[in-house]
């Protein structure tokens, strides 16, 4: 059965490990085999099979087909499109559910812009980096919310049209793999932190 609610347990196990994570990630990007997944994270493919099994058990990944390998079957998969939760079911679902949820985007967001700075990816004059530190009472966050929405709209406008002129027969420009993230939440100073609090996004990032 498909995975539809925030709460399904079967979600939260399978966010659960940052090395499931990292394989939902690749896997929503191209089809790929336990054997070519092992090699991009670096990981055994023991490992990385057990991990691709426990995604495609869970309803996350669906195999969509095998090749030959020297006397063995080599399985193909791809992920699942992720369910799409509203703002009343995300403000309506366990902790656990969401600090599952929460920990796995930020682990994505780190390591797709880690590896995107690294080759250059914010080298344009055109690109943004940017951290802002607000102080807003409850209107202000609504209505700096209901802004981000906005933007979100615009971003599927924007990406719509590009798509028409991508389809273009003729003179058509090649595609551009362009990446935004966008967070809006209530924040908490770095130096309100205890001694060694600042090492947590360290910590998520070594476990791959």
């Given amino acids: ?3 539809t609610s925030i709460d399904d347990p079967r979600y939260v ?3 659960g490990h940052p090395l499931r994570v990292r394989i939902l990630a690749l896997l929503e990007e191209e089809t790929s085999s336990p054997v070519q997944l092992s090699k991009r994270l670096g990981a055994s493919l023991g490992t990385v099979a057990y991990h691709v099994r426990t995604l495609h058990e869970l309803g996350l990944l669906e195999d969509v087909g095998t090749t030959p390998r020297r006397g063995a ?3 193909h998969y791809k992920a699942i499109p992720r369910p799409q939760f509203s703002e009343e079911a995300w403000e309506g679902a366990s902790p656990v559910a969401k600090q599952a949820l929460t920990d796995a985007t930020l682990i994505q967001i780190l390591d797709y812009c880690r590896i995107s700075a690294a080759a250059g990816g914010f080298d344009r004059g055109e690109a943004i980096v940017t951290r802002t530190a607000l102080k807003l ?6 209505d700096l919310s209901a802004a981000f929405a906005t933007v979100l709209d615009r971003m599927d406008e924007i990406e719509g049209q590009a798509a028409a002129r991508l389809g273009d027969a ?3 420009p090649a595609p551009m793999n362009v990446g935004a993230v966008l967070m809006l939440f209530e924040a908490q ?3 309100d932190q205890p001694a060694g609090g600042l090492a947590i996004g360290q910590a998520n990032g070594a476990d791959a």
């Fill in 13 to 15: 196990k399978a966010l």
């Fill in 170 to 172: 003729d003179g058509a």
């Fill in 137 to 142: 009472d409850e209107q202000g966050w609504k």
């Fill in 73 to 75: 079957v080599e399985h």
């Fill in 1 to 3: 059965m498909r995975i």
């Fill in 189 to 191: 100073r770095f130096s």
